[in-house]
């Protein structure tokens, strides 16, 4: 048999291809006898084999050799492919890429390893895949566009390529981060009416402060530049500059590449006053009730918020009768020489439609049934916008998302039917709360709780409580299932044991009280709820030093221990745009307990009402008022260790926790029945956080006393025995919850107050 062997040279990719297309290196065809394969080291033959557009048995020529060198080549695993033909036997001779063993980073700082990674792998380049030149070139593009994010324009990476053992490669990513670019210039060109400086005060983006490091309000952000111009156009939308403009921005990265100049050109154009509104289209027959949600009022300057409002609350009554796809447009008629615009309200109500399929998306942890069970639009029923907003503010109103945002779908060949997407984003649901308060009497007293609201995903809440003060010791276990019904009823479970002395010294007297209780909440309306409980609690008083006169009087009357069986009723109603940092709304809670069995008969109440007014963007308003009050139920008197107490964060700042209230005759604090405090805070951005809500301090004026026994004694609280502080604090959302640090000054006190300048807490609201 004659052997003959035609190499087509070992060439790259396009080189082989034009090689093997040439009629110099032809062969005549044949029929593969068999197909052998050289130099796999790690890839399968199988992947090879697949690969080939030959078979054992085809005719090989010219064209699938050429077909076949492309294909291989295209897997992206080999640097070399050649073709040999041994008789009838076709030799495929390969030669890998090197793979990648490892990718390490020096020098990053800026970036943890992980994230830089993960942006490799995106680029498809990571440890176990083949090494390809152009895939490191777009990796170190990749890891630039990342610092260039960051602002770290000077950013420099060197890459270097070891080979090892087996065909394989470390990668390693040299980065010189360099100084992050910071504005140095911020200007607004062509404005008249208003101050520069005033302007760029809407922005978020600065020139930096002292607090810059933190803000990071000097680090350049395209996204960030372009919210900062929406809210330039929107200052001179709502002040009449109806045909307002941004001409162009420029942003100058100077040479040394860590400063950065940015220019906006802006056109104010005119300011042009309402001359009137009036109804164009189809308004269902209800051009009253339209024009009752009309906010635009002829005589004002234009506003361009007052327009998007009125014409959203058109869009959404459409929604209310089932009109999905109304199209509302407010179409200007300017009058120029006047600087007049009267605006024309185009409304085409278009088709019904119903709701086919709710769909949830972006719940990876939380259960579907948690998040659709706060539905109040259901399938198969009428598109109503009231219904599906009030979904989506249940959902919200949840606690467990970040983000929640509702999408219409159109159901292809169904014109009367719609989709619903409620697309949620998670957030951490468990949250840790500290708390310390400082005196020269008791030093250092610590708290800690750990909760999860949505335990497993299921929305049921669980938490631990843990006290390790010397004078105030407790263990509190709770849990809350939202949804012990279908209807919505919740249920509570509350376990506890709490030891409390006034002093530091073991040796004085204590209280020990042990007990569970069993809570449900009955939602009345959307906003109301009604929570109906009982209990079962034991308190024991240990006598020791210093133990009070009335403790000593009621523990000889009905002995050291008692037990209660508190019943309680309660109603709160939440209005407030956040429980951890609320800028608007009201919100108002009331518990009656009443235990009329066991050793302690007594009737206790409470009321809190707290409201929230946003004086403009950086002013809030916070006001709060507790009252408390109890009596005794019976012939028995007012068990004494169920008294209220007052003085500290939550209360009056500047006393020590818990140190308000009638004396005992050995100067001890024994509480009383009637208690009453008073709050009030400005809050305002912190100095240097630009608009940042965040960190934000505030000011404050507390008013509070405690008063009342049941021996007469100051039995009323009563302006002479109000105490009262101010002072200053920082408020700040830390990653384990909301900070509040209070310096305050009493200006109203009395003769053996206990003073406490510093407080802070982690976990508390107001």
């Not at 109804?279 to 327009?307: H, M, Q, W």
């Not at 909760?451 to 929305?459: K, M, P, R």
């Amino acid at each position: 048999m004659q052997f003959n062997r035609f190499p087509l040279r070992s060439v790259s990719a396009v080189a082989s291809l034009l090689f093997v297309a040439s009629t110099a290196w032809a062969v005549n065809p044949f029929t593969v006898r068999d197909i052998r394969i050289e130099g796999l080291q790690r890839v399968e033959p199988g992947t090879v084999f697949v690969s080939l557009p030959v078979r054992v048995g085809d005719v090989y020529d010219d064209e699938k050799g050429t077909s076949a060198i492309r294909t291989l080549f295209g897997l992206g695993l080999f640097k070399d492919v050649r073709i040999e033909v041994n008789g009838d036997v076709l030799v495929i001779v390969v030669e890998e890429r090197p793979t990648v063993a490892d990718v390490d980073f020096v020098g990053t700082k800026e970036f943890d390893k992980d994230v830089l990674k993960k942006a490799l792998r995106d680029v498809g380049l990571s440890d176990g895949r083949p090494f390809d030149k152009a895939q490191l070139d777009r990796a170190e593009q990749e890891l630039k566009r990342q610092y260039i994010n960051r602002s770290l324009y000077a950013a420099e990476v060197v890459t270097t390529v070891t080979p090892i053992e087996r065909n394989r490669v470390n990668l390693t990513f040299t980065v010189v981060e360099g100084a992050p670019a910071k504005i140095s210039e911020i200007r607004i060109v062509g404005n008249k009416v208003f101050d520069e400086s005033k302007l760029r005060g809407l922005f978020d983006l600065d020139t930096g402060g002292w607090l810059s490091w933190y803000t990071k309000s000097d680090r350049y952000s395209r996204a960030k530049l372009n919210a900062d111009i929406e809210t330039l156009r929107s200052y001179y939308l709502t002040r009449g500059y109806l045909e307002f403009k941004v001409d162009s921005t420029q942003v100058a990265i100077l040479p040394n590449k860590t400063d950065i100049a940015i220019t906006i050109n802006i056109t104010e154009g005119e300011r042009f006053i309402v001359s009137g509104v009036k109804l164009d289209g189809n308004f269902l027959g209800k051009d009253d009730e339209f024009k009752s949600l009309v906010t635009i009022r002829p005589g004002e300057a234009y506003n361009a918020d007052e327009v998007a409002k009125t014409t959203k609350a058109f869009t959404d009554y459409f929604g209310n009768f089932g009109f999905a796809f109304a199209r509302v447009e407010a179409r200007p008629e300017i009058d120029r020489v006047n600087n007049r615009v009267a605006l024309v309200l185009q409304a085409e109500p278009s088709r019904r439609a119903y709701v086919r399929k709710i769909n949830v998306a972006g719940n990876n942890r939380t259960r579907d049934v948690v998040v659709r069970r706060e539905f109040r639009q259901f399938e198969a029923s009428w598109y109503d916008g009231d219904k599906i907003k009030l979904s989506r503010d249940r959902v919200d109103r949840l606690g467990y998302f970040k983000d929640v945002g509702i999408e219409t779908q159109e159901v292809p060949g169904s014109p009367d039917q719609v989709d619903l997407t409620l697309n949620v984003v998670e957030k951490p649901t468990g949250s840790l709360s500290l708390g310390a308060g400082f005196s020269s009497g008791d030093g250092l007293g610590l708290s800690f709780g750990l909760s999860q609201q949505n335990a497993f995903g299921s929305g049921n809440s669980l938490g631990v409580q843990i006290n390790t003060s010397k004078i105030n010791r407790a263990i509190v276990f709770n849990t809350t299932d939202p949804y012990f019904t279908a209807d919505g009823v919740s249920r509570t479970i509350d376990v506890y044991h709490r030891t409390s002395s006034p002093y530091q010294d073991q040796s004085y007297y204590q209280l020990q009280t042990s007990g569970g209780s069993l809570r449900f909440g009955i939602p009345f309306t959307e906003s109301d709820t009604v929570y109906f409980g009982a209990g079962l609690e034991q308190t024991t008083i240990v006598p020791g030093t210093l133990l009070p006169t009335s403790y000593q009087e009621y523990a000889n009357q009905f002995g050291l221990t008692s037990m209660a069986v508190p019943l309680t009723v309660g109603w709160s109603r939440d209005k407030r745009d956040s429980a951890l940092a609320p800028n608007s709304g009201r919100y108002q809670r009331a518990n009656a307990e009443w235990s009329p069995a066991g050793d302690a008969r007594y009737l206790r109440a409470t009321y809190q009402y707290q409201e929230f007014i946003p004086l403009n963007k950086q002013f809030t308003a916070a006001f709060n008022g507790e009252i408390g009050w109890g009596t005794a139920v019976g012939d028995r008197p007012y068990p004494v260790f169920k008294n209220f107490y007052g003085g500290g964060l939550g209360s009056v700042r500047g006393f020590e926790q818990g140190s308000l209230g009638p004396l005992d005759e050995t100067g001890t604090v024994v509480g009383g029945t009637r208690k009453i405090n008073l709050n009030a805070e400005l809050l305002t951005p912190f100095p240097g956080a630009g608009n940042d809500r965040s960190l934000r301090m505030y000011a404050f004026w507390d008013v509070g006393s405690v008063a009342g026994d049941d021996r007469g004694l100051a039995s009323n609280v009563n302006a002479s025995s109000l105490r009262s502080s101010v002072g200053v604090g920082i408020s700040w959302i830390s990653p384990v919850g909301p900070l509040r640090l209070a310096f305050a000054k009493p200006i109203k006190k009395f003769e053996g107050d206990k003073i406490q300048t510093m407080q802070f807490q982690i976990g508390t609201s107001f």
